[in-house]
Every structure is written in structure tokens, then in C-alpha cells.
């Protein structure tokens, strides 16, 4: 029995927890399932951090990572969009100030975060799924241009939707042009007038990041359709 404790002290050390008294029989029975689930999925803790503090369900954050970055924390697109879940640089200069996060952009953590609350803003401002995947892979300001100008979107962005929309509870692939609506207007920046929101495609856009909400459920439509406008393919 104390060969045990100690092998689990020792398991807990390494893991960074800290073990300063007494084991007691219910820690140890809980330090096991701890550590398993750290080892399966080293990113959890940081998932349910950014799903707690952006109110984006832990499972839209695993399927956008996954099919960003493919789990690789030190990730570089040839954009030049960082970490696990591919932001960037840009705007991960504003997040980072906006949250506090760290220095360093493949910090699993701060790289979570920062994601999660792009997430966040892209579906504050455009309300449906499909619109936060799309506006999130090709940039808000372009992802505008699709929506009052018909101006395609990237095929690149089109397959995304097409692939996450599904996972992420959308009731369609696709987007289709709607109206615009002010991003002013939306309660995400109601109280930052002065700012712009962020853009992750890289093209030149506004550079305002969302804040931290309490949990609620997220719209999982996707576009409403307006009467008479036009679907692009």
C-alpha cells in the first residue's frame, strides 16, 4: 500500500501538482483517473477554461483544432497562422492584450484561448454558425465582401464550412448571402465603440476582440436566408 501512494505521489509530482501532506484514500482513488485523463487529452484543461469563459461548447473547440491544426501545438500555415488553433499574428496581438495571455502564441493554453474567444466574436457578430466558421477561416472583412457584394468565397473556406458546420450542430453546410448586420450593434461591442474586431484570414479589417461571457447557449443555425436574395454556389 505505500509502495502505491508513493508511486502515485511521485506521478503527481511529475505532473505538476503538488503534493505537500497526507494522501488520503480518495485522493488517491482520484489521482488515477486525473492522470488518465490528462495523458488521453493533454488539452482538456485548457478547453474547458475557453469553453467556460467564451461560452463556445468544448466540442466546436476540439472539431475547429482538429481540423486547423491537427493537434500540432507548433503549427505555421503558410499564412502565417500560429499554434493549435491557427491564429493570426495580428490578431492574436489584440487578444493577447485584450486577455491577458502570455507572450508566447503555441502556448497550449493561451493558443486555446485566444481561439475560443475569435470564436466567440465571430458569432457575436454574424449570429450563425456557418457565418463564425466562415468569417473565422477567411476573415470578416471577407467573409462581408461574400455576404453584400456576392464576391465568392474562397473554395478553401466553402470545404471548412462544409466540413465543420455539420459537427458543430449547423442545420446547413453552406452560407448564403444575407444582409450585413452592423457588428457595432452587437452586444459583444457595445461598449467599445472605438474599436474594430480582429480578422483571422489575414486581410486588412478591424482589429477589436470579444470579452469574456458568462455561459449561454450558442445559435447553431446557420445563414438565414433573406426572401429574393441570391445563393452563391
Known amino acids: 500500500m505505500q509502495a502505491r501512494i508513493a508511486h502515485i505521489c511521485v506521478a503527481l509530482l511529475l505532473s505538476g501538482i503538488a503534493v505537500t501532506g497526507p494522501v488520503s484514500g480518495p485522493a488517491i482513488a482520484e489521482a488515477p483517473t486525473v492522470l488518465r485523463d490528462t495523458v488521453r487529452d493533454p488539452h482538456a484543461p485548457a478547453i474547458a477554461e475557453a469553453s467556460a469563459r467564451f461560452a463556445i461548447p468544448e466540442h466546436w473547440i476540439r472539431s475547429v483544432m482538429q481540423v486547423e491544426s491537427a493537434g500540432d501545438q507548433r503549427a505555421v500555415s503558410h499564412a502565417g497562422a500560429m499554434g493549435l488553433m491557427q491564429v493570426m499574428p495580428g490578431t492574436w496581438a489584440g ?48 467573409y462581408d465582401e461574400y455576404l453584400s457584394e ?50 483571422n484570414g489575414g ?17 447553431t443555425g446557420i445563414f438565414v436566408v433573406r426572401p429574393g436574395a441570391e445563393t452563391r454556389p
Open 95 to 142: 487578444l493577447r492584450q485584450d486577455h491577458d495571455l502570455g507572450s508566447d502564441p503555441f502556448d497550449t493554453r493561451d493558443n486555446i484561448l485566444a481561439g475560443t474567444a475569435y470564436l466567440r466574436a465571430m458569432l457575436d457578430r454574424y449570429g450563425t454558425v456557418g457565418g463564425m466558421l466562415a468569417a473565422y477561416n477567411a476573415g470578416p472583412g471577407r
Open 150 to 199: 456576392g464576391r465568392p468565397l474562397p473554395a478553401e473556406t466553402r470545404a471548412y464550412v462544409a466540413m465543420l458546420a455539420p459537427r458543430l450542430d449547423g442545420r446547413a453546410p453552406l452560407p448564403n448571402r444575407a444582409t450585413v448586420a452592423d457588428w457595432r450593434e452587437a452586444a459583444l461591442f457595445t461598449d467599445r465603440s472605438a474599436a474594430r474586431p480582429p480578422q
Open 203 to 219: 486581410s486588412p479589417d478591424a482589429d477589436r476582440t470579444p470579452r469574456e461571457t458568462g455561459p449561454a447557449a450558442p445559435n
